[in-house]
């Protein structure tokens, strides 16, 4: 009795000097504060990320099942060449794969390009109002921004469409001069998918530019124009260095969305505009062949990886990022 | 000089791009009360009130008026668990990211233990990478995972593990607690140590001293992760596309499966609901923190 006592106390003693000791150990309370998020970002980001690789060396089952292997097959097909067929025939090379990244790649270059010449001169226009305005100006980019990703790409086939409302206001304009006109079909389109990825993503350079922007002291502004400046220089020589990291920020928020978004291309393009993102996700729903996807995947990510490594080492890593 | 003047190029792009921001959205309302039932082309709004009759394809009454598509969408059972479902998995994604997003936080800026640099990066990763590569690496993990443990345990039926509501809350949270970690800790960077070394110099406990003056002293930015997360989620299509399953189908979800089959004015009543709830509640969050400050 007295010794079940005795035990109970020591265990007590024990949880209480444990306790102690968590107390004075600052680096076992930052693992437990972090240990949630820790396991968390392992289960759902890392592993996924690791089995992602090993599925990409492995092999098909006709069922759309994986069997694990090593074998390079999937990325040798991404590069266009078949492994079925014997060497030196003229029909193994397919740049199909080839030509849908690169596809990617300048569809997401234009739409930063794009994005960046309608973003800054509002986000200017928005920095340089009155600070009583600021807010509501910023409250009207938000409005598009918060409404639903999926019906913002929606909203286009409204406008673009054969009987859409753009073609009826230039019918209705034509018809206001007497000039015939037949309906565009300007849906499922290249062009359709590139103004609709500008719409989808243009908030997201506005904000980054619009923080920069709002940083610059006033006094910069007079001191190049007391020194002699007209408006071309002092843009060039004050402002646009000073809004570099706004732009750096919007740029990798836009361009890597871009780069696997594939419900913009799959909405406004069709079956005509295929892109990395319809590549993958087709690989997993309706191929039933997990192991070219996870490759493509791989592919696509470290496609991003690099672009985004030179860019920032070329222009630095906006802290704009956290703050849009 | 006025400080404020802008140079009439840049007021006319501002307007330009105002308006290319905006047309879509109205549009997309205006087809909403569409007498069209086809919704190719606008028809004009739906005249009386009354029991439905059609006309040529159109509606020429109804007994909502011009509201016919709001009526049918409040019936429509499908669009109502949808909603429930993505309501649901944002509740329950944000408290729990919330929580522990801010826990990192607070561990990342105040503490140095052994893996703090590997936290740090992995909280960057879903940042710097397509939102597809995350979401088919957890479809990947679940099928995975899924297929062995219904083996192992030779479950069959309605009682094996299949993607749900529960993988897609499990699949929000991780990417929300990126966002969630670095706004809080954006926070506790311009953060005074002073006032908790003073609140301890007073006798207060650790616990004490979080919840009288580190914690009211970072709610804001605690808040506005927490805000960031929220929309995160209700506006999430990709990672939720490869992690729901029957019985899970977020309005995200919902919507993009009717686009690919009809397009009826139903989707744009919908729309029109949705942008006129996130309009008011932006408008009231606007409100609040102008008082705040």
């Keep these: ?324 | 000089m006025n400080p404020y003047r802008r140079s009439p190029l840049v007021m006319v792009s501002t307007i330009l791009v105002y308006f290319f921001l905006y047309a879509p959205i109205v549009v997309l309302m205006l087809y909403s009360f569409n007498s069209s039932k086809a919704n190719v082309t606008f028809d004009g709004f739906i005249p009386s009130f009354g029991n439905v009759r059609v006309e040529g394809g159109n509606i020429v009454q109804s007994p909502c008026g011009p509201f016919h598509w709001f009526c049918e969408l409040s019936k429509n059972r499908e669009v109502t668990n949808a909603a429930r479902n993505t309501l649901t998995i944002a509740f329950i994604a944000t408290i729990v990211s919330t929580v522990i997003g801010t826990m990192a936080a607070l561990a990342l800026q105040r503490y140095n233990f052994r893996l703090k640099a590997f936290s740090q990066l992995s909280l960057y990763i879903p940042i710097v990478i397509p939102e597809i590569v995350m979401g088919i690496g957890i479809l990947i993990l679940f099928s995975q995972l899924f297929a062995y443990l219904n083996n192992l345990f030779g479950l069959t039926g309605d009682s094996r593990l299949s993607l749900g509501l529960n993988t897609v809350i499990v699949s929000h949270i991780a990417f929300m607690i990126p966002f969630v970690t670095l706004v809080v800790q954006a926070r506790l960077q311009g953060f005074d140590k002073a006032y908790e070394e003073a609140a301890m110099d007073l006798g207060a406990n650790e616990w004490i001293t979080f919840r009288r003056i580190t914690l009211p002293m970072i709610l804001p930015g605690v808040l506005s992760g927490a805000l960031l997360a929220f929309t995160l989620s209700l506006d999430d299509f990709v990672i939720t596309f490869f992690t729901n399953g029957p019985g899970s189908t977020t309005l995200p979800i919902y919507v993009y499966g009717l686009l690919r089959r009809i397009i009826t004015p139903q989707v744009n009543a919908l729309s029109t609901v949705w942008i006129t709830i996130v309009f008011i509640a932006v408008l009231l969050l606007q409100r609040f923190q102008n008082r705040e400050a």
Aim: charged share 15%; aromatic share 12%.
């Design chain 1, 1 to 324: 009795m007295a010794d079940a006592h005795a035990r109970k106390y020591t265990r007590a003693q024990k949880g209480l000097t444990m306790f102690q000791r968590l107390r004075e150990n600052k680096s076992a309370q930052g693992t437990l504060l972090a240990f949630p998020t820790l396991v968390w970002m392992m289960v759902l980001l890392i592993i996924p990320l690791l089995l992602t690789l090993v599925i990409s060396f492995g092999r098909r089952t006709a069922d759309g099942g994986v069997i694990f292997s090593f074998s390079l097959d999937n990325y040798i097909r991404l590069l266009g060449y078949s492994t079925k067929c014997d060497s030196g025939a003229a029909s193994c090379f397919d740049p199909l794969y080839v030509q849908i990244l690169w596809r990617s790649l300048t569809l997401a270059f234009n739409t930063t390009v794009l994005v960046i010449l309608l973003a800054y001169p509002l986000a200017y226009f928005i920095a340089r109002a009155h600070p009583k305005k600021r807010n509501t100006y910023l409250f009207l980019v938000l409005i598009p921004l918060w409404t639903n990703f999926v019906i913002r790409v929606y909203a286009w086939i409204m406008l673009l469409r054969k009987a859409g409302a753009i073609n009826l206001v230039i019918g209705w304009l034509a018809n206001l001069f007497h000039i015939q006109f037949t309906p565009l079909e300007m849906l499922y389109t290249p062009g359709a998918v590139l103004v609709g990825m500008v719409y989808e993503f243009l908030p997201f350079m506005i904000l980054p530019i619009y923080t920069s922007l709002e940083k610059i002291d006033n006094s910069l502004y007079e001191a190049a124009a007391d020194l002699g400046a007209n408006s071309v220089k002092t843009f060039r020589r004050v402002t646009l260095p000073l809004s570099m990291p706004g732009v750096v920020a919007g740029t990798i928020l836009v361009f890597i969305p871009v780069m696997g978004t594939f419900i913009v291309s799959d909405i406004l393009g069709g079956r005509q505009v295929i892109l990395v993102g319809n590549l993958i996700q087709r690989q997993f729903l309706d191929a039933r062949d997990p192991t070219f996807g996870s490759a493509a995947s791989l592919i696509l990510m470290v496609l991003t990886l690099i672009v985004t490594y030179f860019y920032t080492r070329k222009f630095g890593f906006g802290e704009e990022i956290v703050v849009a």
